[in-house]
């Protein structure tokens, strides 16, 4: 072998060991939290998560009763299970009761628009129980 190649692992001997009786290179310091910090981080975190749970509540309690494009309103709903869902939507003057399920929208029954039911003002929900009973009770003497 040549010298050089000779040299070499001596070369990285002496830059991979640290120079004897060498004091190790301090350790950077770290700033200590304060408490106060540390209060001003959980208060931001707890105002940014009640701030999205009221936008939650807020955008649930305001969704029955919207209007959508085509001519379709959506006038009350009823969850029978955990992602199964009843839905009576008014298209023009029929009322389509529909089941809303993970794995699609089915229609389950179709009827005329009732003529006592009063048309829910906007924003504000109908209720979708005392108009179904209604119903329900109106079927029940004519079959």
């Avoid at 939290?33 to 649930?60: E, H, T």
């Avoid at 129980?129 to 003497?141: E, F």
């Amino acid at each position: 072998m040549t010298p050089a190649l000779w040299a070499l692992p001596a070369v990285l001997l002496f830059v991979a060991l640290p120079a004897a009786g060498a004091d190790p290179p301090p350790a950077p310091a770290l700033s200590p939290v304060s408490v106060n910090s540390l209060v001003q981080v959980v208060f931001a975190l707890l105002l940014v998560l009640a701030a999205i749970g009221s936008f939650a509540w807020l955008l649930r309690r305001m969704s029955p009763g919207y209007s959508a494009a085509g001519g379709l309103k959506v006038v009350g709903g009823v969850m029978v299970g955990p992602r199964e869902r009843l839905v009576v939507v008014e298209v023009g003057d029929t009322w389509l009761l529909l089941g809303v399920a993970s794995g699609g929208v089915s229609l389950v029954h179709s009827m005329a628009r009732p003529p006592q039911a009063p048309r829910p003002a906007a924003g504000q929900p109908a209720q979708f129980s005392r108009l179904l009973q209604k119903v329900m009770r109106q079927r029940g003497r004519e079959g």
